[in-house]
């Protein structure tokens, strides 16, 4: 049948792909897996067919599987370097799915250094960033998503984001992407077999049994995304910038965020001249928040470029907090810039006005909406009305600070998640309208291609290059 021949040229088309991208793993691989500097511990990670013989070589002995062993770190003249911890893992039972071997010695630059261009003696190369994590992929040990999330794992900048990246690490990603591909493979075989068998009386088609599945796999598509798009907001957070008049309070309103002295606050209008950037967490959603000069009519060279920067950062942002001065708003107020402004705007929604300054103007903190924009009346010197902020700007990128059931995500998941469910609404729509099997065929199989590119099943070399290019040294 159809399936059978394509799962054939799918798994050849795999091989090569693994061959040709790994076509060096041949080589054995070294590196200094701790952070550079002064330290207790430093470790050199080693991976490959030589690891026996720099064991040999530099401990003397080949050290028993998977036990520590306490060893003198010898070069090739005989001198000990170091001594410390050595662990052997033989293959296929280790991170790479290869030989490898860790020397855990002492911390500190020229001890490490020193460790490393001993192995590099003994016939081993200088590992390229990620490629241990690369082999580990390309030997199945990992797949794509869990590689990613060791990265992820890493750079994590909150509690919130290091479990997200722990859950996909350990597969909570990837069972979800299979079960959908596992679905989706036993609805191309009966689609499949409709289109062989097509001049038998048996009703491969049965159009209640197409349309209640493809639809049910839709919704766990988006049930997946939703989940999957939380994981984003983990990873990536959000750029609010604050934008508005000079003296409108937004310095005091960026210190208010950090909750320290980021930017000089005075009377004096225009004091921010350029951009500063902070970045903070709220329920472990990132935010990389950016003052901006205030925006006005100036004939002064560096308020101009202060202004042109600013404009530029609000034409890039996921959220626009244009602060006003209570005392003085006024619609009329508001829109002495809009026009300006509006042409850079990547989206009016995005826009949230505050109403700074309520502590003079004896007014409550509220949140409203009106004429397609929120406002919020707060007071940035005195912090009323910056919790509700906080709950806005959560609410405006849709962010739950439940870590329930989550994992972290990437946008090129987002947009593989998108595209697949596409080609399953596509293929509904087709079958619903021409009842063509053949056409249906092809949209399913789009559509479990998008969901291979996640996991790594069907992924071009230079994606798998650009992403492992991106993680530590020594990982």
């Not at 596992?182 to 409709?194: G, M, S």
Request: aromatic share 6%; proline share 2%; with cysteine.
């Amino acid at each position: 049948m159809r399936i059978n021949e394509h799962r054939s040229q799918t798994h050849n088309k795999e091989i090569k792909q693994k061959t040709q991208f790994g076509k060096n793993t041949i080589e054995t691989i070294a590196a200094i897996a701790t952070a550079s500097g002064r330290g207790g511990v430093g470790v050199i990670r080693i991976s490959g067919p030589l690891c026996q013989h720099i064991a040999r070589s530099m401990l003397g002995v080949v050290p028993k599987p998977r036990l520590a062993h306490f060893s003198l770190f010898k070069d090739a003249q005989g001198n000990t370097l170091d001594q410390g911890i050595s662990l052997y893992f033989p293959a296929p039972h280790s991170f790479t799915g290869e030989d490898v071997l860790e020397l855990q010695g002492h911390g500190g630059k020229i001890v490490q250094n020193n460790l490393l261009a001993s192995v590099l003696q003994f016939g081993a190369r200088i590992a390229r960033p990620g490629e241990f994590s690369e082999r580990a992929f390309l030997n199945g040990k990992i797949d794509l998503t869990q590689a990613e999330a060791i990265a992820d794992l890493i750079d994590s900048t909150s509690t919130q984001a290091a479990k997200a990246a722990m859950h996909s690490l350990q597969g909570a990603f990837s069972q979800a992407i299979f079960q959908l591909v596992e679905k989706l493979t036993n609805l191309r075989v009966l689609v499949e077999a409709a289109i062989d068998f097509s001049e038998e009386e048996i009703d491969f088609l049965n159009n209640r049994k197409i349309k209640s599945e493809i639809t049910e796999l839709i919704q766990q598509l988006e049930t997946i995304f939703s989940t999957a798009e939380q994981g984003a907001l983990l990873r990536e957070g959000m750029t609010v910038v604050i934008a508005g008049r000079p003296n409108a309070g937004k310095s005091s309103l960026l210190n208010q965020l950090t909750a320290k002295n980021t930017a000089i606050v005075t009377d004096i209008p225009g004091t921010t001249r350029d951009t500063l950037r902070e970045y903070i967490h709220i329920d472990g959603l990132p935010l990389h928040i950016i003052d901006t000069a205030g925006l006005h009519e100036s004939s002064d060279v560096v308020e101009q470029e202060g202004i042109r920067r600013a404009l530029k950062e609000i034409a890039a942002a996921d959220q626009i907090l244009w602060v006003v001065d209570d005392q003085e708003y006024s619609e009329q107020q508001l829109g002495r810039f809009w026009p300006e402004v509006a042409g850079v705007l990547p989206d009016a929604k995005k826009l949230t006005v505050l109403r700074n300054k309520v502590d003079l103007t004896s007014k409550a903190a509220e949140v409203t909406f009106k004429d397609n924009y929120h406002s919020i009346k707060l007071s940035a010197k005195t912090g009323d009305g910056i919790d509700l902020l906080k709950e806005h700007l959560k609410k405006t990128i849709g962010f739950h600070s439940s870590i329930e059931g989550k994992f972290i995500a990437r946008q090129r998941h987002l947009d593989a998640l998108k595209r697949a469910a596409q080609y399953l609404k596509d293929g509904l729509d087709q079958f619903n309208i021409h009842h063509a099997g053949e056409l249906l065929a092809e949209d399913l199989r789009q559509a479990q291609q998008a969901l291979g590119e996640i996991t790594g099943k069907f992924t071009a070399n230079d994606l798998l290059g650009k992403i492992f290019s991106s993680f530590c040294i020594g990982k």
